[in-house]
């Protein structure tokens, strides 16, 4: 499996979602950091599962035990492990889904490619479980970042057919940043929340699903950064955001919608800001020629309705070659999207650590 990602600063995830911990090591980082663990913790609590309807009922602690590089919460500069235990598995209730492959999960492939020996537990390895040492990584990150004056905040965009409104991205409002950094169900027009719950709780009382989009916002990142071509800033984000369980999509700045302007409109006019060129519009999302320029970095996920449903599905028997039904057992999230948030979070820092 390739669960590692990064040239300059490398993380490789490790653990099943049913064994007996995850984690990650982290290679790179720079040394004589202090790091505020409390703001780690506060971040692994934002994905956590366990606190509301909108998420699974499997409750985790997900508090990292640091093993290695860093002292006295003071990076080293030797690679940083951590270890995340899981301490509230039901294994039972996965029991007979290697026969029965899961539609919408990587079961069947996986099944394919590893010969039937792939951890199928709670999705093994390819389990959303395997985000909570993404956070960690981008945690640590993040903080690196923000004493370069850079910030990172991300909010739910959309849930089913019910949206938010989205970030200024010319003038980006750092008191919004600091609320959203702080937020489990992480929305800039907080009055969509009620509509945006009633769309989760329907599809959960009919024993299905429901998806949706995340917006993420960088700020502070100077011009000049990306290599071009296919190191470019948009390539080195959708890559690891890609490694995300669920992701289905990413666009930058206007994204598709540039599809049906013209040039006049799409263009972002540049102009003098004191000493700083700016744009005063920011279409591109902060990327030109895979190269930043100096705007904010923003860009869109979409995350795919959760494929672990109650609701009965058609799928196949690879014992017995025949077609079957299936039901599928367990605690799972009728909506992922508002704990994705801090992971595409996380995410988009480890990505910016690569790219600076």
């Known amino acids: 499996m390739s669960s590692t990602w990064g040239e300059k600063v490398k993380i490789s995830i490790f653990g099943e979602s049913h064994g007996n911990?995850?984690?990650?090591?982290i290679d790179g980082l720079?040394?004589?950091?202090?790091?505020d663990i409390d703001k780690v913790l506060c971040q692994m609590a934002r994905r956590a599962p366990g606190k509301d309807k909108t998420a699974t009922p499997r409750k985790e602690s997900d508090t990292p035990k640091i093993l290695s590089g860093m002292l006295s919460d003071t990076t080293t500069g030797a690679p940083l492990c951590?270890?995340?235990?899981?301490?509230?598995?039901?294994?039972?209730?996965y029991n007979g889904l290697l026969d029965c492959p899961r539609p919408g999960h990587s079961d069947y492939p996986a099944f394919v490619k590893y010969g039937g020996f792939n951890d199928i537990r709670g999705g093994g390895h390819f389990s959303g479980r395997l985000t909570a040492p993404?956070?960690?990584a981008g945690a640590i990150c993040r903080q690196i970042l923000e004493s370069k004056g850079i910030s990172i905040a991300a909010h739910i965009s959309s849930i089913a057919d019910?949206?938010?409104d989205e970030f200024d991205s010319v003038n980006t409002d750092l008191s919004l940043i600091k609320r959203l950094n702080n937020s489990s169900f992480a929305l800039i027009?907080?009055?969509v929340e009620l509509k945006m719950r009633e769309a989760v709780e329907e599809a959960r009382m009919s024993l299905d699903s429901v998806g949706g989009t995340v917006e993420c916002i960088i700020t502070g990142v100077q011009a000049g950064f990306g290599e071009p071509m296919f190191g470019g800033v948009e390539g080195v984000i959708s890559s690891i955001i890609f490694g995300i369980p669920a992701v289905k999509g990413i666009e930058f700045g206007k994204g598709f919608e540039l599809t049906k302007m013209r040039g006049s409109q799409s263009n972002d006019s540049f102009c003098y800001n004191g000493?700083?060129?700016?744009?005063?519009?920011?279409?591109?999302?902060?990327?030109?020629?895979?190269i930043t320029n100096g705007m904010p970095i923003v860009f869109k996920t979409a995350i795919k309705p959760t494929p672990s449903i109650a609701k009965e599905q058609d799928t196949v028997n690879l014992v017995t070659k025949e077609n079957a039904r299936l039901s599928v057992h367990g605690r799972h999230d009728p909506c992922i999207v508002p704990r994705a948030v801090p992971v595409i979070e996380a995410a988009a820092a480890?990505?910016?650590?690569?790219i600076l």
């Open 30 to 35: 720079p040394s004589g950091y202090k790091i």
């Open 134 to 136: 993404i956070v960690f």
């Open 162 to 164: 019910v949206y938010d």
């Open 189 to 191: 027009n907080e009055s």
């Open 21 to 25: 911990g995850i984690g990650v090591v």
């Open 275 to 290: 000493e700083n060129v700016v744009t005063k519009t920011n279409n591109c999302g902060g990327i030109l020629g895979g």
């Open 82 to 93: 951590a270890v995340i235990q899981n301490t509230n598995t039901k294994s039972g209730d």
């Open 350 to 354: 480890v990505a910016i650590m690569n």
